[in-house]
């Protein structure tokens, strides 16, 4: 991608006024998307863009400086400007940075990169998709179907001698239906993704996505209002990971542990959790959509356990915050393009399997509310509430699935939630998402096995007509 | 730069009207500056400059873009390749049209040469006043997470073959402060953000106040009883509604049928105290322009006038489809995207009573200040359920502090729930409210 003098050179240029650590991310980037809405090809884009990204640390002090100007001139100018804003008393007095390609995992081996897809091959699957949630009937009003893929090679290299090179592909398809009768609009959505070239299309199929989202839509219109107050909640594990991912996930990130805006700080080595919880950070899984070779910073990605067996057992670190922690960067150090620093980010993170049978655990609960599919959520690190969208929930009456309910936030607290855990199933279901932390989105994949919290805030709008759930306030 | 910018876009114009094609090329240089401080000193400090392209062909009644941040002659070529051919796959649609010039633009002040005059380390001084006001505020502010200054300014270039010709820059800035006060074992944080088109319009040291105090309030917070109950909004909290409104007055949504305003033109949406307007050209406005992301200029929209339903958002195309004229709503938020309907300056009307005067007689409320999870709110369907934190209000006093609560209910019927209009009207970013106390909202909790 770039000759190796000259990536010195400019590393080289960025020490001079007295920095501690260089680095320069370029990052190459070619997607396109297919976007179908009112029953055709509304829109196509295409695009192709290019950017370096210079990091120069001083005494804990970070300045970054990024352009899509990739001449020599303009990645100088790019370091001399980082330098200068980095700059410390003594001028800089490192030596000559000889870069040398640092030994990692295998590269991915990608068998359809989607640029050389053509685009009447992603029109195809995408229209299928819309046929089959519009087929499922005039309940349907709206159908959106869309698939995005890009190819991004990067490069890092850094004033300690390291270089990595890596392409990173993925694709990921959504559709979501929009179900209307007498007035009431309700909405069914579905997203699969993966690291990986479009041979992806060969494990997910976006038919049985859509008809799944559009499935969900129609049930919703005649779903009941979700109820109101504290209650048992059973999380099945194709819901996905949301929880965990808000519950504890990032409140286990160096950089907020360290500026103490974490509930999880200084909990190292004490119970954090029910003992029959772990929680893993694994960026090593083959084709997940948060899965890496090498982190942003170029440090492999590797499996981390965060939780064991309910006691606390380490970070998410990027370089700068593992340095502060004098301990080795876990490899989540992630941002989302050459034009953000990197900062401790998840990659596929999930609770662990247990030893029950997910069938068992919704028979043994007598009341409460099932989530079988999770949306969106947030958190507070700072004390650990966190909120996280129900997108498709059902009454549990007497150990059997009830009435469908629609509407419903769950609210709880981390520790609080992680430490209520009773039941833990043997399965394990994956969701994938954009996570969102200081402006930058990084792709993540979050997964649970089918687990029981005794009692979680549910969110819903009825006050009446379920009176056996407000019986369960018992404590 | 004007010179620059006009020079790619006419050659790729120029190939337009060769191949007799629409065509349109919209070009952006924009450069951000990023100052974040921890206990005086800066922590992190960046410097951002970017410049790329967009290009949108209309051929035979078919939508092709590309775009690319690599303006040399072999990409530019790359670019119109895929942007023509992209044509052939896309929906024949003989509402697609790009709007015509020449046209008169507004006079707008949308360019502050301070800010761009304002050397680095006054800047930085203005995010270190704004944490040292935080911490001097209270002596439980124990962390600022972070304290920071940005600014922003920006050149944009739109030119198409039907004659539209508009070049404006403009810039902004802002200072911000997220606070941590801790007390017996107990930590929240507050935070407070100011975004102003005129850097002497900033004032940090208002912005740090306002973090510690919120973090302060908001000590020892439990959760409330469930319940039907009063409420206020702070400014803030109905900013974020007003996110979800905006989408609803999207007139593709519309015209899509994924909006419950679909078809209530005319009709009463809201109770009579709310007012809604969309304004490009608010003076001192952040996201004031003279021309919206497809040269059309910007103006003036009433969206709600008294609780009634009076218009909607547009851009060229809706505009074209409804049979009306674009409002200037035609937004992009770069180059990477085709134009899309989006708000400008968007804001409920003030009324005019107090803060104290809408809480008064409120015998038990809540006040919301925090909501949570707002991105799971369905612009759809209109249901909502976020959490959220805030404080009692108790025989019209502000009492105990609350969080770990959900609020929950459908943007309808919040719209027809609202009983008063504070005269408190704030504005964060292009999105402006005054409080409102709403009649009734579904609060879960113990």
Redesign the interface.
């Known amino acids: 991608m770039m000759d190796h003098m000259l990536l010195a050179e400019i590393l080289d240029e960025a020490l001079k006024k007295g920095g501690n650590f260089a680095e320069i991310y370029i990052e190459e980037k070619v997607s396109t998307s297919v976007y179908c ?2 029953d ?12 370096a990204g210079i990091r120069v640390l001083a005494k ?10 990739l001449s020599r001139e303009g990645l100088l100018k790019a370091a001399r ?2 330098g200068h ?2 700059r410390s008393q003594q001028a800089g007095t490192h030596g000559p940075i000889s870069l040398q390609s640092k030994p990692g995992p295998e590269p991915v081996r990608y068998l359809r990169l989607p640029e050389n897809v053509l ?2 091959e992603k ?1 195809e699957h995408v229209l299928a998709a819309n046929r089959a949630a519009r087929e499922l009937g005039t309940d349907i ?2 159908v959106t179907v869309a698939v995005g893929d890009n190819h991004k090679s990067v490069l890092i290299a850094n004033s300690d001698g390291e270089i990595v090179e890596d392409d990173r592909v993925r694709v990921r398809f959504v559709v979501s239906a ?1 179900a ?1 009768r007498n007035g ?4 069914g959505y579905e997203s699969a993704g993966g690291v990986a070239g479009w041979e992806l299309l060969d494990q997910i199929s976006p038919v049985d996505m859509a008809r799944r989202a559009g499935e969900l839509a129609i049930k919703m219109l005649d779903a009941r209002p ?1 109820p ?3 209650m048992p909640v059973v999380m099945s594990s194709e819901a996905g990971g949301t929880m965990v991912h808000e519950a504890c996930g990032h409140g286990l990130e160096a950089d907020l542990v360290q ?3 974490s ?1 999880y700080r200084n909990k190292l080595g004490q119970q954090v959790a029910a003992s029959i919880v772990s929680v893993i950070d694994d960026a090593t899984i083959p084709g997940k959509f948060g899965s890496l070779r090498f982190d942003d910073e170029g440090t492999p990605g590797q499996r981390t356990v965060l939780i064991d067996k309910g006691h606390l057992v380490g970070y998410l670190y990027d370089r700068l915050t593992a340095a502060k922690d004098q301990v080795k960067s876990t490899g989540n150090g992630r941002r989302e393009s050459y ?1 953000h ?1 990197p900062i401790p980010r998840m990659t596929n993170t999930f609770i662990a399997p247990g030893e029950d049978d997910p069938e068992e655990i919704i028979r043994s609960t007598s009341r409460g509310l099932l989530v079988k599919k999770m ?6 690190t ?2 650990g ?5 129900v997108q498709e929930g059902y009454l549990i009456e007497n150990g059997k699935i009830g009435a469908a309910v ?4 769950l ?3 981390g520790p609080e939630v992680l430490a209520s855990i009773d039941r833990v199933g043997r399965d394990l279901g994956y969701a994938i998402g954009t996570c969102g932390k200081d402006g930058q989105g990084v792709p993540v994949a979050d997964a649970q096995p089918t687990i029981r919290i005794k009692e979680l ?5 009825s ?1 009446e007509g379920h009176p056996a759930l407000y019986r369960i ?1 018992r404590k | 730069m004007q010179e620059r910018l006009t020079g790619i876009g006419e050659a790729l114009l120029d190939k337009a009207h060769r191949l007799g094609v629409d065509a349109e090329v919209f070009l952006l240089h924009n450069r951000e500056l990023m100052i974040e401080v921890v206990e005086g000193q800066v922590d992190t400090l960046k410097e951002a400059e970017e410049m790329g392209l967009g290009l949108r062909v209309i051929k035979g009644n078919r939508l092709g873009f590309a775009f690319t941040s690599d303006l040399s002659p072999k990409a530019l070529e790359e670019v119109w390749d895929a942007a023509v051919s992209i044509c052939s796959y896309t929906a024949s649609d003989h509402y697609l049209s790009l709007p015509s010039g020449p046209v008169k633009y507004p006079s707008l002040i949308v360019y502050d040469p301070v800010i761009a005059h304002t050397s680095i380390e006054e800047k930085i001084e203005l995010a270190r006043q704004a944490e040292r006001a935080s911490r001097q505020h209270d002596s439980r502010i124990t962390v600022i997470e972070r304290a920071g200054y940005e600014d922003s300014e920006f050149h944009s270039l739109i030119l198409n073959t039907r004659g539209i010709c508009a070049y404006a820059q403009g810039n902004y800035c802002g200072t911000y402060v997220f606070a941590v006060a801790e007390e017996d074992e107990d930590a929240q944080t507050g935070f407070s953000i100011s975004i102003k088109q005129k850097l002497a319009d900033l004032d940090p040291l208002a912005v740090g106040q306002e973090a510690a105090h919120n973090a302060v309030r908001s000590l020892h917070a439990r959760r409330a009883p469930s319940g039907r109950i009063p409420c206020i909004m702070e400014p803030y909290v109905v900013t974020r509604f007003l996110g979800i409104i905006a989408q609803m007055v999207d007139a593709e949504a519309v015209q899509k049928g994924k909006s419950l305003f679909k078809g209530r033109i005319g009709q009463k949406v809201g109770a009579e105290c709310i007012s809604l307007t969309d304004d490009g050209t608010y003076p001192g406005g952040v996201s004031s322009f003279p021309f919206d992301s497809e040269g059309v200029p910007c103006q003036r929209t009433e969206l709600i006038r008294d609780g009634h339903l009076v218009g909607y958002l547009y851009d060229t195309y809706t505009a074209n489809r409804d049979h009306t004229r674009s409002t200037g709503n035609g937004q992009r938020s770069s180059f990477r995207g085709l134009p899309s309907v989006g708000s400008t300056n968007f804001m409920i009307e003030p009324g005019t009573r107090s803060l104290y005067q809408l809480m008064d007689d409120i015998p038990y409320g809540f006040y919301i200040t925090e909501v949570m999870g707002m991105h799971t709110a369905n612009p759809i369907s209109g249901e909502f359920s976020v959490g959220a934190a805030g404080l009692l209000i108790e025989k019209g006093q502000l009492t105990k502090p609350v969080r770990g609560v959900t609020i929950a209910g459908n943007i309808m019927q919040l719209l027809e729930q609202v009983e008063a209009v504070g005269n408190d009207m704030r504005f964060f970013g292009g999105r402006g409210a005054p409080s409102l106390r709403i009649r009734y909202l579904s609060l879960s909790g113990e």
């Open positions: 809405e009112d055709r090809i509304e829109k196509i884009n295409s695009g192709r863009e290019r950017g804990g002090r970070t300045s970054y400086v990024y352009t899509n100007d400007v980082a804003a980095a685009f009447d029109i009003k709206q929009v209307e009431v609009i309700q909405t979700a109101v107050g504290r500026k103490g805006l509930v034009q620093k949306g969106g959520g947030q958190v507070n700072t004390n509430d966190f909120v996280f969208e629609r509407g419903a936030t609210t709880g607290n805030t549910v969110g819903g709008t006050h306030r």
